[in-house]
């Protein structure tokens, strides 16, 4: 199929201003009484499982093993994204065993890792890790700098120990066209409203044959200051080259950044989903909460429809508006998050690193549940 040709579905204001919350699409309340660290002394934020080709969650002699960004404790937990390293950590029935940086200290070409998949290949015991490169690295100041890069490593597993190789060295797997995808190099963007070409997420078509990678994308064309998108490349399954194509969904004039959008195939629908923020929304128009969002399609390709017609899937509780973020929603419907500001309303926040730390969960959210069918989800 031309890819030039390919449609872009759109979320729309109109459709974000029936957004409705209530018991069937709020995330459970969590509770700062029995939050505990798997790895004290570190801040653990946005999280992934190794996954299989199918898409189900990979397990190592019983263990699930998890990428997540991590970096010691600061005095600003906003502060984390200038330092975050790639960690893997296995979890096995809420017990956790820390594997250490995913990466030795050379070989990121940025200045940071931030989010990305990862897929292991049973038949070749073989772990791709897709992952963003922020910055350029030696850079003297921080930036906002944003490339996809993969590398792959051997992982073996003898009586539930994990052990990872060597990685190959990290291969871009495609740059922006600066024509449908800003390119998001040292300029674009600012602290709290950067732009996006990160979080690659792996997609196998299960009624195909071609591989997508999904990311986060900001317009080059849009007129708007909130320019988000869901890009998208694509190859064919054992191809190593990617394609470009145009976004799987534009949010033109309605929303800044969905991030680290993936999809999960059930029952014959591919369901798309992402995570954004109140703040991310267009001033001058409706918005929606710090929540999970979606769109379905029985077409790997579109068109999407905005899920419960709205797009909202799952929303932090009214008087917990921030206590957790960036969901990822496995193929057996379990949604894992992490732990934002906790014991915090809209109201309570002050813009100080004090009060951020003394906030700020870091640690990986309680489970939850959802329910998709058809055109409609709620949690469990």
Sequence with gaps: MNAAALPTSNWTADDV???????????????????ASPLPGYDLWDMWPVQLLS?????????????????????DPDERHHSARIRLMSEQHGVWRDHGNAFPDHLNPGSREWAGSAIFDEENSLLTLYF???????????????????????IHCKNSTISPGAWSM????????DRQYLKVGRDEGRPGFIKGFRDPAYFRDPSGNREFLLFTGSLKQSESPWNGCIGLA?????????????????ADGLNNELERPH??????????????????FAHDGPNGPNGLYGMVSDQILGPYRPINGCGLVAANP??????????WVNSDLSVQGFVDLIDAGVNDVQDTAEWRRGHFGGVPAPRFHIVLDGDRAWVA
């Design 132 to 154: 963003t490169a922020a910055g350029i690295g030696g850079e003297e100041a921080i930036t906002f700098a944003q490339r996809i890069f993969s590398a792959a490593t051997k």
């Design 234 to 250: 694509a190859r064919n399954f054992g191809e190593t080259a990617w394609s470009l194509f145009p976004p799987l969904v534009s």
């Design 17 to 35: 201003a029936k957004t409705m919350i209530g018991p069937s699409n709020m995330v459970p309340r969590i509770e700062r009484v029995g939050l």
């Design 55 to 75: 898409g189900d969650v990979a397990q190592f002699g019983g263990w699930i093993l998890w990428c997540i960004l991590s970096t010691p404790c600061g005095p």
């Design 263 to 280: 999809i999960v195939w059930h029952n014959a629908n591919y369901y798309l989903f992402w995570s954004t923020q109140r703040s991310m």
């Design 318 to 327: 009214d008087d917990a508006p921030m206590q957790s973020y960036s969901w």
């Design 170 to 177: 990290p291969v871009e797997c495609f740059v922006s066209d």
